[in-house]
């Protein structure tokens, strides 16, 4: 088992910066890619970022350029640097990791908490 919190979302300005980290803990040596989805009200959840144990980083279209993903081996610890924010940036954001086991069942992972993000035109 992996557990997940997050921390740092909050209220923006549009062309603002945020950044969000997200601290695991339990089976943390089983974890094969870290992640950030988000999903706005009335809205499936989409991937933002990921980032594997190799430190592989993929990003969505809507977010290359703007948002870093990045960790802290010694910490446990994920985050997302998000600059030039937008309106449309607002959800709520969610941590995700994936084991091995988790992707060979065709599962999504461990999922966080979740933390608000809104930025105000």
């Known amino acids: 088992q992996v557990q997940l919190v997050e921390s740092g979302g909050g209220l923006v300005q549009a062309g603002g910066s945020l950044r969000l980290s997200c601290a695991a803990s339990g089976s943390i040596f089983s974890i094969t890619a870290r992640g950030w989805y988000r999903q706005a009200p009335g809205k499936q959840r989409e991937l933002v970022a990921t980032i594997t144990s190799g430190g592989s980083t993929n990003y969505s279209d809507s977010v290359k350029g703007r948002f870093t993903i990045s960790r802290d081996n010694a910490k446990s610890t994920v985050y997302l640097q998000m600059n030039s924010l937008k309106p449309e940036d607002t959800a709520v954001y969610y941590c995700?990791?994936?084991?091995?086991?988790?992707?060979?069942?065709?599962?999504?992972?461990?999922w966080g908490q979740g933390t608000q993000v809104t930025v105000s035109s």
């Open positions: 995700n990791a994936r084991t091995a086991a988790t992707t060979s069942k065709g599962l999504p992972g461990y």
